[in-house]
């Protein structure tokens, strides 16, 4: 299954990708250039369709957790002053997304969305100290009753263009139904009330809608 934001894109692949390889195999006589084009076109083609790619997760709703909002490697882990919306301490948590994971954006728990913002920005490199508040970026919070308020931030990096965020004030939030998509690489940071019970560790490997990053 691939995301509808990118089935634009895919498409227009699929034409230059088909194109290319009729021009190939009409005007270059070269056997092994011929061949070499055709599998870069091939490749082409293969990268745009697992970067779009939108899995299916097994979510298991709960209040008391705080699932991964997308698939990646958890970066950061430490206490912070979150400035934008709850301005006071909070426990951040960042997942780093390559361009090989999957970049989906999943609500990390259910309720209700209290807050939703978009921020233009610079495109510095996802993992740069400064990126959470200089990147392009949107900040969405969701309430419930059991956990209370989640903070969590796409963030573009230097090869995202494009941050998709669905969740509108007043929305209900599903916990690990798509709620955006950030386009080419880039990371989501997650803030946390400070006695949140943090289930992860710096440098794993987390999936997102699935990985239980904490609970109550």
């Given at each position: 299954m691939f995301h509808k934001e990118g089935h634009k894109i895919i498409f227009i692949t699929l034409v230059v990708v088909v194109a290319g390889f009729l021009l190939a195999?009409?005007?270059?006589?070269?056997?092994?250039?011929?061949?070499?084009?055709?599998?870069?076109?091939?490749?082409?083609?293969?990268?745009i369709l697992q970067f779009f790619r939108n899995p299916k997760r097994s979510t298991k709703l709960n209040d008391k957790h705080v699932v991964a909002?997308?698939?990646?490697?958890?970066?950061?882990?430490?206490?912070?002053?979150?400035?934008?919306?709850?301005?006071?301490?909070?426990?951040?948590?960042?997942?780093?997304?390559?361009?090989?994971?999957?970049h989906v954006t999943r609500y990390p728990i259910g309720g209700n969305v209290i807050f939703s913002k978009y921020h233009p920005g610079k495109y510095l490199v996802a993992w740069h100290p400064k990126a959470s508040e200089e990147n392009e970026r949107t900040t969405v919070v969701v309430e419930n009753e059991?956990?209370?308020?989640?903070?969590?931030?796409?963030?573009?990096?230097?090869?995202?263009?494009?941050?998709?965020?669905?969740?509108?004030?007043?929305?209900?939030a599903i916990q690990g139904r798509d709620s955006g998509f950030i386009k080419f690489g880039s990371r989501v940071d997650l803030f946390l009330p400070l006695d949140a019970n943090i289930n992860v560790t710096l440098n794993q490997k987390v999936r997102g809608g699935e990985t239980i990053v904490a609970e109550m």
């Open positions: 195999d009409s005007y270059i006589n070269i056997n092994w250039l011929r061949t070499l084009t055709m599998l870069v076109l091939l490749g082409l083609l293969i990268a909002p997308v698939d990646g490697k958890v970066v950061v882990i430490e206490e912070v002053f979150e400035k934008e919306y709850f301005k006071e301490k909070r426990l951040q948590v960042s997942i780093f997304m390559s361009p090989i994971n999957v059991t956990y209370g308020k989640v903070l969590y931030r796409q963030i573009a990096g230097a090869m995202a263009k494009r941050i998709v965020n669905y969740a509108k004030l007043n929305d209900k």
